[in-house]
């Protein structure tokens, strides 16, 4: 398998037309032939999964599959088993008896976090058997948390079929701010892109436009640039889309062929760059089809106002939030993000984003937000332009495990760009700890773009057991040496491991994917052990 290139022509493609580079030149970095530590023991947790595959007669579907406490396990990195039983009036449960090729994405809607792969799925005893064919990582972006409690499946009403959406599906959709989308492709055989994705999607409720009946748009968001969904629509228009009904259990399968509108004019949400047009062939609807309930948790959320802002760099600026009713703030951990909602002007319904928490974790009496300005961003030119002391968001809860490890191991942080902010929140942490060696090392073009430099340099000055490395790839004119960077360059792995940390050191990153993914790729060849390599990607959200 050519690991270096996982993408077929369908994807390259949409790269391409997208403007996106050359993904597959870092890429590979990220997508394995098997499910590494950390994805075992997350799908392994889950009370369900959502599976993509195709029927007998080819139509492409998405379902969910729950079972019992435990009903996902392990038993090696390139193996899923499932000890479940898939209701006969599943679209895909003759398909999955027979063995089958199937996308699965596995969600934990409370912590925001997910991770996709792909494989061959078969029966075996009574359960599943899931062969792991690819799998990778996804951001938490458009994710809306939802904790879940098990519920009797019971005898929740007649199963329904049709080919058009009837008033109450469409109502359905209409309050829906959370979808999943299968597609699939087939080349070579043998090859490692073959098979079929499941994706999640989500925005504001009824971001899915109904167009009548028949006839879906799909907004489409920045992601990861992987573009494997859009990839396999243009290899092959099949999809299928699932709508869950998190208060009843119920399942709305849909089932079609889809086309890419690249240049979307008068669509419903400013923030889609395509729109994914879909011509409905089948609908399914099975009531109470899994044995979940899941709620949000509006009482968690809490009115922030700003309360303080600093330009930071050209392009970064703080933003210091104090709770409006002045109880103390919900501790964080360093490395933790704070999702937030906010109301744009003359916006249709409220823009979500999620934004590292880049201040000292202990700080009880404000949230510290650093926002890249991204060209063209309706979030962030909000916030640089129009959000002014005074001005009130709504957050949720920090959340997310790209945090500081609880142990005394040396720590080495590494980040590019604005990528420097979950960094920063873990030197504070780590200030309060004088027996842990920590090496922070950053990244920027030239010191206008370098945010926070007197901040980190005062910490490291005043904690021994911190310290520094700046890299600046291009610096201008005004940059000292010595004074306001260290390197002229930008980082690589033998910079990182001339840091010489030590065999039981833990590395943090935090940059563009393919920065990730050399430093990623590098460190594990030499020698250091995946469980001690933790990062997170960032990219142009908006």
Known sequence: MNWANPFHEGELQAQARAGVGNVAEWAGGFVRDYLPEQHRVFHSGLPFLVVSGADAAGQVWITAIDGAEGFVTSPDPRRLELATVVDPEDPLAEAFSQGTDIGVIGIELASRRRNRFSGVMHARDAGYVIDIRQ?????????HERVWTRAPKGDAGAVLRSTALAPEQIALIGRSDTMFIGSGHQGQAGAASNGFDASHRGGAAGFVHVVDGTHL??????????????????????????????ETGGLLHVSGRATIDWTPRGAQDPDAYRVIDVEIDAVLERPGAVGLRWRKQAHLSRRLKLARREQESKDITSFYFAPVDGRPLTPFRAGQHLPVELQIPGQVGTSKRSYSLSGAPDDRA??????????GGLVSGFFHDKLHIGGVIEAQAPSGDFVVPNNDCPLVLVSAGVGLTPMISALYANAQVPDRSVWYVHG???GADYAMGKEVAQLVSDNPQLRKRIYFSQPEAGDVSGRDYDVAGRITVDDVLKINAGENAHYMLCGPAGFLADLRNGLEAAGVAESRIHFETFGPTG
């Open 135 to 143: 799998s990778f990582g996804n951001c938490p972006q458009y994710i």
């Open 217 to 246: 748009q799909i907004p489409d968001y920045a992601g990861n640039n992987f573009f494997n969904t859009i990839g396999n629509l243009l290899s092959d228009p099949r999809v299928g889309l699932l709508f869950v009904d998190f």
């Open 366 to 375: 404000h949230y510290r937000l650093s926002v890249k300005r991204e060209a």
């Open 444 to 446: 920027a073009r030239s």
